[in-house]
């Protein structure tokens, strides 16, 4: 399914020269594993850390980074995606599932804290933003945070 994602950098000089790549197949990935079957739309802007921390601070109301953010662009229920529910694109009619913002300096970072390396950083901060675009959360730390978790580790192929 050929599904647009439209990538722009706010900062020039991050490096990640396979960042792109590395979201669209992500992306690709989160929305298979989803078994959504209609072509989707969405936007990432990549940026660093004084960057997310000004977008947070105006849309969150939180004046610190983070390492991605999501912007849905329509209410969906967690594992029951209908496109009849959603906006679409009047040119292309594909639908518009909103936007993620990617800290490429944070998503470095994080990749050697936990040891997987910047690459699978940058895929599960993919997925894990596909998800909230798709009416995932984890804002509690009971049954839509256990679901969230099952969902990212199940699309990134994780054993334990």
Do not use: W
Request: with cysteine.
């Amino acid at each position: 399914m050929k599904h647009d994602v439209y990538i722009t950098r706010q900062v020039k000089n991050l490096g990640h020269n396979n960042a792109a790549a590395l979201v669209k197949k992500a992306v690709s990935a989160a929305l298979e594993g989803e078994k959504i079957n209609c072509e989707c739309s969405l936007s990432v802007l990549f940026t660093d850390d004084e960057g997310i921390r000004a977008i947070n601070r105006e849309f969150r109301a939180t004046d610190t980074p983070t390492d991605v953010l999501s912007f849905p662009m329509n209410e969906l229920t967690p594992g029951s995606f209908d496109p009849q529910e959603c906006e679409k694109d009047m040119d292309s009619g594909k639908v518009l599932l909103g936007d993620m913002v990617i800290d490429l300096n944070r998503c470095q970072a994080q990749g050697e804290e936990f040891g997987h390396g910047f690459e699978r950083e940058i895929a599960y901060l993919t997925v894990h933003s596909v998800l909230h675009l798709l009416g995932y959360d984890h804002m509690d730390e009971g049954p839509q945070k256990a679901l969230m978790r099952a969902r990212e580790k199940e699309i990134m192929g994780d054993k334990n």
